[in-house]
């Protein structure tokens, strides 16, 4: 079965700090893995997509990196800031299937103060 | 401005009552999807469209309905099938192909009393 797990379930650090979010997954044949942010009562906003022959991608604080051997993904934040308090999905793709979003049940990053 | 626009962003219905939420975007994008959203679970689809006047059934569809008249719109109607109607409904679009971005509307949340 198609399966996508992230961990850790919630985590708080405080502002400034680094931290990093994992994603594990079963998919097959995969596609490509990406990350979204979605704040409380709000759409997902994506930050990464990563094919399979893609190892890391950045965009500002955020780095993605993908292992395809090991199926593994983690979202490394660095110098976190308030405003990165949210959600954070982890989303794998099918090869086969575009329409096939395997959706993790998310992190939930509180950066205090 | 493009994007993809859900409305209302809150709706209250008494059960037993059908109800639509609305779906509009103006990217050009030929598929669209509605997803469902409970607390502490991942995205569950319920249904998607590749292209006008024909959809298909996600992971979740008993008790929802749809039409794709129009590019542009992909309206969901919860109807009084639908066992445990009260859930956040997320939307979103995407360009045909595998490792295409899908953008998000900003989501209905809809309470069933």
């Known amino acids: 079965k198609n399966q996508v797990e992230q961990s850790p379930q919630s985590l708080i650090i405080l502002e400034g700090k680094n931290c990093t979010l994992q994603?594990?997954?079963?998919?097959?044949?995969?596609?490509?893995l990406r990350w979204y942010k979605q704040d409380t009562g709000r759409g997902p906003v994506s930050l990464t997509i990563?094919?399979?022959?893609?190892n890391t991608k950045s965009n500002g604080r955020y780095t993605a990196t993908l292992d395809a051997d090991t199926k593994q993904s983690s979202l490394h934040i660095t110098a976190s800031q308030l405003s990165d308090s949210a959600s954070y999905i982890c989303?794998?793709?099918?090869?086969?299937?575009?329409?096939?979003?395997?959706f993790g049940k998310g992190t939930t990053l509180s950066v205090s103060s | 401005d493009g994007g993809i626009t859900q409305s209302p962003k809150y709706l209250f219905r008494k059960e037993g009552q059908n109800v639509t939420l609305s779906c509009e975007q103006n990217?050009?994008?030929?598929?669209m999807y509605w997803y469902r959203q409970d607390p502490g679970q991942g995205l569950r689809l319920i249904y998607y469209?590749?292209?006008?006047?024909?959809?298909q059934k996600g992971d979740i569809a008993e008790g929802y309905s749809v039409s794709r008249e129009k590019k542009e719109s992909f309206p969901l109607t919860v109807t009084s099938a639908q066992k445990n109607p009260t859930a956040f409904y997320l939307c979103?679009?995407?360009?045909?192909?595998?490792?295409?971005?899908?953008?998000f509307g900003q989501g209905t949340r809809l309470t069933v009393v």
């Open positions: 979103a679009s995407s360009m045909q192909g595998t490792n295409t971005e899908a953008f």
């Open positions: 994603c594990n997954y079963t998919v097959s044949p995969f596609s490509n």
């Open positions: 990563m094919t399979f022959s893609e």
């Open positions: 989303v794998v793709s099918e090869r086969q299937a575009g329409t096939a979003l395997i």
């Open positions: 990217l050009n994008h030929d598929a």
């Open positions: 469209s590749q292209i006008v006047n024909d959809f």
